[in-house]
């Protein structure tokens, strides 16, 4: 389904600033495979999401998607086919324009476009079930405008707006990062009922290892721009937060040093 293959990607090379984001990661996702993903400031976690996504070009490698090379292709060209919810609930969404012609756009996304103009009674019909299913009273709320929703319904009406088209491909950049704790268990388990029901091939970043352990069935940590860790099956089922940390040591060398991953996972504990 998605073969990342060699990529590597430097910023500002050449020159004092110059940060190896990326070096050589190989990853092959299964159809229906979901995948979280962890790791410190600066492991290469967005970076990593950017390139497949097309935000970024990448300085070697391959990235194909369905077996077809996308490396070179532009990020509205890749977005036909790969949906991606962001941590800020602002993105992915137009405040200003209503719920219906957010999703309006996202139904026609990649697909011919006409003369008509305004949303169908059909993709009408379509949108009040869709929407229904996030139990947010949106359905009722067509005409509103995103820009007036709170970021809880933002968040889990940009995850219905990614994910509306089936696409083969859906990216999660810590999309419930910047929600209370309330709204992103909402959220979160809103992603779970989708991504299971429509057996979506998923890559998420997180930075709750709890949470990395728990959705999905793979887990890679990446450090210094590299997969440090890749676990899955039995190994993962029967691993804790202290064994991940431990892994992580024993891996890198080093212990952990990322305040908000840290503080986030011990939040979870208490």
């Given amino acids: 389904m998605l073969h990342v293959d060699s990529i590597s990607k430097t910023f500002n090379p050449g020159s004092v600033n110059k940060k190896t984001a990326l070096q050589k990661i190989t990853l092959y996702l299964n159809p229906g495979e979901v995948v979280t993903i962890i790791g410190g400031n600066g492991a290469g976690k967005s970076t990593l999401l950017n390139a497949i996504a097309g935000v970024i070009s990448i300085d070697q490698g391959k990235i194909l998607l369905e077996g077809k090379e996308i490396q070179n292709q532009q990020e509205h060209i890749r977005a036909r086919r790969i949906g991606r919810v962001f941590q800020d609930p602002m993105l992915g969404t137009a405040s200003s324009m209503t719920i219906e012609e957010n999703l309006a756009m996202a139904i026609r996304r990649g697909k011919p476009k006409g003369l ?104 890679l940590m990446l450090h210094e721009g590299t997969i440090l860790i890749d676990i899955q099956g039995e190994q993962r089922a029967n691993t804790r937060v202290s064994d991940l940390l431990t892994m992580f040591e024993k891996a890198s060398g080093n212990a952990l040093q990322n305040d908000r991953m840290l503080l986030i996972n011990y939040q979870e504990n208490i």
């Fill in 116 to 219: 008509r103009n305004g949303v169908t009674r059909k993709e009408r019909e379509v949108f009040r079930e869709q929407l229904a299913l996030l139990e947010l009273g949106l359905e009722d709320r067509l005409s509103a405008k995103v820009g007036l929703l709170s970021g809880g319904q933002r968040q889990a009406l940009t995850l219905l707006i990614a994910t509306i088209t089936t696409p083969p491909l859906l990216l999660l950049d810590e999309h419930t990062a910047a929600l209370d704790p309330k709204t992103a268990a909402k959220v979160m388990d809103l992603t779970r009922t989708i991504v299971e029901e429509n057996k979506l091939t998923t890559l998420m970043v997180t930075h709750n290892m709890e949470l990395a352990l728990s959705f999905g069935s793979r887990t």
